[in-house]
């Protein structure tokens, strides 16, 4: 099918609505044309997830999909944005309804950053930061790093709640070591994982993706810091379409690069804008969140904050949430998104502190 193509309408796959009645065809270049006047089919719902009496979102940014189709999975910063010294659980459970089922993980993730659920129903956290106490606002002195450091990691835990693997040196690890940073994980049906890491922008920072086969022995990685085909700047999140091709969302790049399974670039998309979070549903939707044009350097007003919707086949944008709250300097709408098999959409919030569901006008 031809960039210029016209898509009027779409199928249903694997339970989940492909949503093409626009007439967008693929913005394959570049990153000065913004996308941003596409139809919003949607309508948003807040406050559906119920937290216990007296209990407040942190910050979120991990959110996925139970393997049941419609509960929903949320890591959040135990009512702030660090769990460090928290009693509060940062791993939650909530059904079809929004009602808490379960919840675990007090004092075992500092800073939840990205969630799996894989094909046996087992929940993978990434922790981005070690258990070194925030910092105070204001506070320029370096924080002393406790002698149990743990974190910057990834942990595998069973649907109620038990440690099953941890991957990663504890408190985290450079070059050869693994991991700093991390921020996110996906997990194919054979264990096989990949990892990318690297939060920071700064001239040190990491950037790169790895890969593991299901025992955690790493078989190979890819990327460094920069802006060339292969590298990365915050590789913030990872999916995967029905070819096997895994989506890198490369943030501070303004790009997704697509890879096969063992880091051979196969090409760049930069219709999607500065993306934050990626999920590919298994019919090849493909959902990205903007959580920072306009607000975060290299702000770039020209383009709207909120979740794309389009092709992973052809990269097509067909469809855009956009963000409801204004634009102020380091607000943040959705980082993480996830999709249920009715086609429900979920935009997990570091800035708002909120988890959101949007679901089809009627």
Known sequence: ??????????????????????????????????VNDL???YRTIEGWAKLPNGRTWGSTSAVAIDNDG???????????????????????????????????????????????????????????????????????????????????????????????????????????????????????????FFVAEGHSSGPTANARVLKFDKHGTLLTQWGKKGTGPGEFDQPHALAMDSQGRLFVADRTNNRIQIFTQNGQLLDTWYQFS???????????????????????????????????IGSAKDGAVWHFIPDPVEVTRNTSAAEG????RNGVVYGAEV?????????RQQ
Not at 337 to 340: R, S
Request: contains cysteine.
């Open 1 to 34: 099918m031809s960039r210029s193509a016209v898509r009027c309408a779409m199928v249903w796959m694997a339970g989940v609505s492909l949503l093409g009645a626009s007439t967008l065809s693929a913005q394959r270049t570049p990153a000065n044309q913004p």
């Open 39 to 41: 139809p919003n089919p």
């Open 70 to 192: 419609v509960s929903v999975w949320v890591a959040e910063r135990c009512a702030q944005n660090n769990c460090v010294g928290s009693d509060l659980d940062p791993i939650l459970k909530f059904d079809s309804t929004g009602t808490l089922v379960t919840s675990f993980g007090k004092g075992m993730v500092n800073w939840p950053h990205g969630i799996f659920v894989d094909h046996e129903n087992n929940i993978w956290v990434v922790d981005g930061r070690d258990n070194t106490p925030p910092r105070a606002i204001g506070d320029t002195a370096t924080p002393q790093r406790p002698a149990n450091a743990f974190g910057h990691q990834v942990l595998k835990f069973s649907p109620d709640g038990r440690l099953l693997a941890s991957y990663g040196k504890p408190g985290g690890g450079r070059d050869a070591d693994y991991f700093f940073q991390p921020n996110a994980v996906y997990v194919m049906k054979d264990g096989t």
């Open 274 to 308: 500065r993306i934050s979070g990626l999920v590919i549903t298994p019919g090849d939707t493909l959902y990205a969140t903007d959580s920072e044009s306009g607000s975060i350097a290299p702000a770039r007003p020209e383009w709207k904050r909120g979740i794309r």
């Open 337 to 340: 998104v996830a999709v249920d």
């Open 351 to 359: 800035g708002p502190r909120a988890l959101k569901r949007y679901v």
